[in-house]
């Protein structure tokens, strides 16, 4: 399994466009073979893609970008992290908690994001990470906060920090579960926000995107699935699946471009099948999920 940083969010799994189903249509696709060439950097005016996930952090700019407010109420109440006491629900939290923090965050919302960020400190040692591996994050914090620039570095470094730890102390189940927990909470951030939006159709698209990290996010817990709290995430993950393979991505073959090295492919662009109708069943489903992560 790669570094987390490279399995967050919002992105596209390759591996999907290579199987999906082909088009009848000679200037769009959604299966065909692709190599990329590093030597071909893509132009400006392309739209960049990725498919592989986004950190938290790099969610919320893609929210902000397209006009998104701050909206509290769809968060994670920072109170409420003493209740989790298994570690596999805690790993699930760590990635909820990640991804909210993220949200505070990117919005200027420093006494929520100190919060959630005190609530890491407060989980991550219940699943055997040593508090002493954030030294460097805690004692800079107020650094952090009193520069801009560097204040999206917290989630990255608290999860790539926390991802080497795990897997060095053969526990990538819990790493994978984080994974899982941020990546439904980003989800159903992106589908709340699309609730107070439903005209935004950039939030829309970026929602019919995760039909493909979806299917790396079941790759990857499939890995666990011995275990039963994975096991029971994963049938909840397929039937989330059923909802996403209703509708199909087609991108215009014009000017489409692969990067394998930085995990990134560029089109001047692509329709989706994804109705508000359907959004709002996956919506559905999501909340259903996420409740069910909330203790």
């Not at 570690?87 to 929520?112: C, H, R």
């Not at 699309?194 to 950039?202: D, G, Q, R």
Request: with cysteine.
């Amino acid at each position: 399994m790669k570094a987390m940083q490279f399995i967050f969010f919002l992105g596209l799994g390759i591996f999907l466009v290579l199987t999906s189903c082909q088009n009848n249509s000679t200037d769009k696709i959604i299966n065909q073979t692709f190599e990329a060439d590093s030597k071909n950097m893509p132009d400006d005016n392309l739209r960049e893609i990725f498919y592989s996930m986004y950190l938290p952090n790099e969610m919320s700019r893609l929210l902000e970008r397209v006009g998104a407010n701050f909206y509290p109420e769809i968060l994670m109440p920072d109170e409420d992290f003493s209740r989790y006491s298994e570690e596999n629900d805690i790993a699930t939290a760590i990635g909820i908690y990640g991804v909210d923090l993220s949200y505070a965050q990117i919005y200027e919302q420093n006494l929520l994001s100190a919060k959630y960020l005190t609530t890491l400190k407060f989980l991550t040692p219940k699943i055997g990470i040593p508090e002493d591996l954030y030294t460097d994050l805690y004692d800079n914090f107020e650094n952090y906060f009193s520069n801009p620039d560097s204040l999206d570095k917290i989630t990255s470094l608290f999860y790539m920090k926390t991802d080497e730890f795990l897997k060095e102390a053969g526990k990538n189940a819990h790493a994978a579960l984080i994974v899982m927990g941020g990546w439904i909470e980003a989800l159903y951030i992106a589908n709340k926000i699309l609730e107070y939006n439903s005209n935004n159709i950039e939030i829309l698209d970026r929602i019919a995107e995760q039909k493909y990290s979806l299917n790396s996010l079941i790759s990857l817990m499939n890995n666990y699935q011995d275990d039963t709290y994975i096991a029971e995430s994963i049938a909840q993950l397929k039937k989330l699946k059923q909802s996403f393979d209703k509708f199909d991505i087609y991108y215009n073959q014009k000017g489409f471009q692969i990067d394998t090295i930085n995990k990134t492919f560029f089109t001047e662009g692509y329709e989706s099948g994804l109705t508000m109708d359907l959004a709002s069943e996956i919506n559905q489903l999501i909340i259903e999920i996420r409740n069910g992560f909330v203790l």
